[in-house]
């Protein structure tokens, strides 16, 4: 059985769930339509997912929540955050585009996380992990500044918390005191065990009225008593913390409560009725299953994380498979379990993305060498520095969107101290369905800055391989930026040798003088550049480095054709193509430059093809932008 074979491809029947066309429709149910609330959604859930591809497992598990969430909360006037944001699949189906739900991900169509300009109900933008109790935090704050009587409530999950981020806000929201909820989503890849009869059987009693009563009570009578209080405290911090981490959370000053089961819904709305209009800071921890209620991503949450769109009609025919092509991630799990065993000075360091860096192997062969950090890219980059300084070799493996949150740790703790790191930055440029918070599109500009950094992009799977190597053995920072996805098929094998640092590569040579075209081209669109080529009789250089870049390819090129073309899948603003400018004007040459890359706007979701053909990045778009150039 395939692995996706049991997600239903035909729309269950919702009776309820299709009355519900805000939240306050849900908030006159009874308990038990409720629960009935709670199935048919599930099952929406898996149907709708199933046509669309995308984020599953997170959402299967928060449909309780959920729901009791927009019970308890007036939304949209209370405010939910949610973190991560492939949570919200149920969120969005409960709040109004339910039947919008098949064009998510789709080019046009709903968005794969919550996103302010399409629903009201999307309080807070959550593409990257960790940012929602500092997000509500500041709704807090700003409802306090403004006088308005507002909940506030942030759910953090799916191993959000890991980051430094989620515990600077903590710290923080207990310093002043903020009225919010804090939920903490554990699935089993955060902070805690199951929870159990006597975890719940606590969460209730340190919940309970009666309880908040006397233990303030207690505090207000014991505060007469010299010592007094201050015994009191850590009697029921040391009763607490061997029975929950309430201690953690209660020393940055929340009142815990939990761990609750957070697929029992009447526990859930009762322990929030209690908590929303509790001043201060409140801390809820409930314990959830990855995957709940479809039983093949329970017990395989990371395989069921995200699936892809299911096709309603099977062919009695199977369909004849393609020849598998190597991934540009896979290439460089290749390259890293190579590496590794000819020098043992090598480690791998990785965010949170073994499966998606193509780690898994290599952390099976040295897991000793090989060091997953969590949701913290910050220290991922730093650790490699720490490292680096004792004659270790590091290779970070990374998210171009993520090392972002890495960058101020890349220049002042890598680059200033000219330390010996490779970045191996996966998902550059436009990665399709995820949208604006997940294309890697601004690193070529915010890498070619950085004194000392040496910045590669290659065309496909052998240049990748090499560039590696390369990377590798250059004494200092280096970074391969590659795409999501699979490259032109090039074959490459192991022990292939490093390039010449700053050299290009002349692909074709095309038509000279006033009307010859010279691209140049940096990375992935070479594949498209040739095909141009062609139909123009253009000069190819595949560039190879945007630091440091070919200084005689660059002269040659504008002194024998009257256009220069740059071509990148990175930014126009700063990127590759500035850097050519930068050294024709610094040689004082002139000459007519056209910088193709992406435009000066965030880009959305969609196939990878539809959003190059939105930029004029596929060779259609590249050809009509030259032929205007030249007055054709």
């Known amino acids: ?166 515990f600077e806000a903590l710290a923080h929201a207990g310093h002043v005191d903020a009225n919010m909820l804090v939920v903490l989503n554990d699935n089993e890849m955060s902070i805690s065990e199951n929870v159990g009869g006597m975890a719940t059987y606590l969460a209730r009693i340190l919940n309970s009225g009666p309880y908040v009563a006397a233990r303030e009570g207690s505090k207000r009578v014991l505060s007469h008593l ?132 193509d780690m898994i192997r290599f952390s099976k062969e040295y897991p000793e060498r090989y060091y997953d950090v969590a949701i913290a890219e910050q220290h991922a980059v730093t650790l490699a520095a720490g490292m680096a300084c004792e004659d270790v070799k590091p290779v970070v493996a990374i998210y171009s969107t993520f090392l972002q949150r890495g960058y101020d740790q890349l220049v002042h703790d890598v680059a200033v101290q000219g330390l010996d790191v490779t970045f191996a930055i996966d998902r550059a440029g436009l990665v399709g369905e995820d949208g604006a918070t997940h294309h890697g599109t601004l690193d070529l500009s915010y890498l070619r800055c950085v004194p000392g950094m040496v910045v590669m992009a290659p065309s496909d799977e052998r240049e990748c391989y090499r560039m590696l190597t390369t990377a590798y053995q250059y004494e200092g920072p280096a970074a391969v930026r590659y795409p999501r996805g699979t490259g032109p098929g090039t074959a490459f094998e192991p022990g292939l040798e490093p390039l010449e640092i700053g050299r290009a590569d002349l692909r074709r040579e095309g038509q000279k003088g006033e009307q010859g075209v010279a691209l140049l081209v940096f990375g992935s669109l070479l594949t498209q550049a040739l095909k141009v080529a062609e139909r123009l009789d253009a000069t190819v250089y595949d560039m190879r480095f945007v630091k440091p870049l070919d200084r005689e390819a660059i002269l040659a090129a504008a002194a024998e054709h009257g256009l220069v073309v740059t071509l990148e899948e990175n930014v126009i603003a700063g990127g590759a193509g500035s850097g050519v400018g930068e050294l024709l004007a610094a040689e004082n040459v002139r000459t007519s430059l056209l910088h193709l890359g992406i435009p000066d706007h965030f880009i959305e979701h969609g196939t990878p093809g539809e959003l190059l053909s939105e930029c004029g990045l596929d060779a259609e778009g590249i050809e009509a932008s030259i032929r205007r150039r030249l007055g054709h």
């Open 1 to 166: 059985m395939k692995l996706f074979d049991n997600i239903p491809t035909t729309r269950p029947a919702t009776p309820l769930l299709d009355r519900i066309e805000a939240p306050s429709d849900l908030r006159s149910l009874d308990e038990q339509q409720l629960l009935r609330l709670a199935d048919e959604l599930r099952a929406f859930l898996l149907y709708s997912v199933g046509c669309t591809g995308g984020h599953f497992g997170a959402g299967l598990g928060v449909i309780e929540l959920t729901i009791a969430l927009h019970q308890q909360y007036n939304t949209p006037h209370d405010r939910l955050v949610w973190d991560v944001g492939h949570q919200t699949y149920p969120h969005k189906i409960l709040t109004g585009r339910r039947e919008a739900m098949e064009s998510m991900r789709r080019y046009r169509g709903l968005g794969a996380f919550p996103r302010r300009e399409e629903s009201t109900y999307d309080t807070f933008g959550v593409g990257h992990s960790s940012t929602s109790i500092s997000a509500a935090l500041g709704m807090a704050l700003a409802a306090r500044t403004r006088g308005d009587n507002r909940r506030v409530c942030a759910v953090i999950g799916d191993g959000a918390l890991t980051a430094g981020m989620a």
């Open 226 to 357: 010299p010592g007094a209080l201050d015994i009191a405290r850590r009697t029921e911090e040391h009763v607490k913390g061997m029975l929950t981490p309430a201690t953690l959370f209660e020393e940055m000053g929340f009142n815990y409560v939990g761990p609750i089961d957070g697929h029992d819904l009447p526990l859930l709305i009762r322990t929030l009725r209690e908590l929303k209009n509790r001043k201060g800071p409140q801390f809820l921890h409930i314990v959830t299953r990855k995957g709940k209620g479809f039983e093949p991503a329970e017990g395989d949450p990371i395989g069921y994380h995200a699936i892809t769109k299911l096709e309603k009609d099977k062919s009695e025919v199977p369909p004849v498979p393609a020849p598998k092509k190597f991934k540009f991630c896979n290439v460089f799990g290749q390259w890293l379990c190579d590496t590794a065993e000819r020098d043992a000075r090598l480690v791998g360091i990785t965010p949170a993305m073994r499966e998606g860096s």
